[in-house]
């Protein structure tokens, strides 16, 4: 099928978090690993052409709550977009080898951090509330009686004990950005 551009090929394909998307994920199940998908952003780029994937890696969004924050990762929702017994070559953190398979050169990955800290303005405050809610949403029902509690307090923002509102409150999050290029 012809392209609707005039020139069909592009010189770089920027990706942020695409492994993360409910669309792209129920793709990826489809044809597991991506290797289809991959095919196809290589066959999109000119020859030399460069493929950028940025995907959120990890987080520290609970200072001072290390084993709250490591059993909320652990649940079912701290996992996701990953199942269970997904094997791990299915793994987003693998996609290196997914990038060969499907033909790709120069492969890299380069970790990113960012940092935010006390005092938050309010705009940052309701984006790490967001970010908070949306990192593990239900995951309450996985924790035990007094965790759950824990998690309550330091995230209601009308609690005294509401993380965002500490004075010492720092958090940081990191990305990974893989690249690679198609052979000339």
């Known amino acids: 099928m012809p392209s609707p551009n005039p020139d069909p090929y592009m010189a ?24 289809q998908l991959l ?17 959120w890696s990890s987080q520290q969004l609970l200072p001072g709550y290390p084993r709250l924050e490591a059993l909320l990762n652990a649940t079912t929702p701290g996992i996701a977009p990953f199942k269970k017994h997904e094997p791990p070559e299915y793994h987003f953190l693998r996609l290196l080898g997914w990038l060969k398979k499907a033909g790709f050169v120069d492969s890299s990955v380069h970790p990113f951090s960012a940092g935010v800290h006390a005092p938050l303005d309010e705009g940052m405050r309701k984006a790490l509330l967001a970010l908070v809610q949306m990192r593990w949403p239900g995951a309450e029902k996985e924790l035990s009686r007094e965790d759950r509690r824990l998690y309550q307090r330091i995230t209601d923002p009308s609690s005294p004990e509401f993380i965002l509102d500490q004075p010492d409150y720092y958090a940081f999050y990191t990305y ?7 052979p000339k």
């Open 12 to 35: 770089k394909l920027y990706l942020s978090n695409p492994l993360q998307e409910p669309l792209v994920r129920q793709v990826v199940r489809a044809i597991e690993p991506p290797l």
């Open 39 to 55: 095919q196809g952003f290589r066959r999109t780029l000119k020859p030399g052409g460069l493929l950028l994937i940025l995907i």
């Open 176 to 182: 990974s950005l893989f690249q690679a290029k198609v």
